[in-house]
């Protein structure tokens, strides 16, 4: 009997073995063919996805940015507002510190206004010839001390003598001839006048040279 190889018998002539094995062979290749296609069209798919993933990406950081920009608008808005209560503090600030003081300087005038009829008195009582002379000096001295305080407080007497008539700080009480001083010219002080700052609690009472 005489042998073959495979590659020279003919398909007739091939065993139902050998036959079967071409098949098998055939069929794998078939499979890696499917794969290496179904692998292209992952891949395909993914870089689609990948594509759609960017543009997702741009309209996402776009939102964001309209997000930073709205935050940007309202830190703007709220500094300011801050800026302006602040300044609305200073206002008040300034405006409660010139209420207190006008306060403080009104209590000032007021009581001493209250006490210019107890100086009157003092200086009716240090003219008054009728004076001992140890008692006149306890009356000065309490009288200077009147002053003092005043003067602590700022409250200060109007320069009226020899000064000339000022119907600002000086009421005119008489008019008197003097050969010895200028027209206009306060000659005597009748009743003594006081100030606190820019402020006249009471104008002097004064003879003036006609």
């Known amino acids: 009997m005489i042998i073959m190889d495979n590659k020279d018998k003919s398909a007739e002539e091939l065993t139902k073995e050998e036959a079967q094995n071409i098949a098998e062979q055939s069929s794998e290749a078939e ?27 741009i309209t996402e950081l776009a939102v964001q940015q309209e997000k930073v920009a709205e935050l940007d608008a309202e830190v703007d808005d709220l500094l300011g507002r801050l800026q302006r209560l602040q300044a609305d503090f200073v206002n008040y600030r300034k405006r409660s510190q010139k209420e207190k003081a006008e306060m403080v300087t009104k209590g000032k005038i007021d009581l001493c206004f209250e006490m210019l ?13 009728e004076v001992e002379t140890e008692f006149a000096k306890g009356v000065q001295m309490i009288y200077n001390q009147l ?17 000339e008539f000022d119907p600002e700080f000086h009421e005119a009480i008489m008019r008197v001839e003097a050969e010895a001083e200028e027209s206009g010219t306060v000659v005597e002080v009748l009743q003594k006048g006081f100030i606190l700052a820019d402020r006249v609690i009471r104008p002097a009472r004064v003879k003036v040279a006609v």
């Open 147 to 163: 002053l003092k305080v005043f003067a602590d407080q700022g409250i200060e007497e109007i320069e009226a003598a020899g000064k």
């Open 31 to 57: 499979s890696e063919a499917v794969d290496t296609d179904e692998f292209t069209a992952e891949t395909d798919a993914e870089g689609v996805k990948v594509e759609l993933s960017r543009e997702e990406l």
């Open 117 to 129: 009829p107890v100086i009157d008195n003092f200086e009716r009582a240090l003219n008054s010839e």
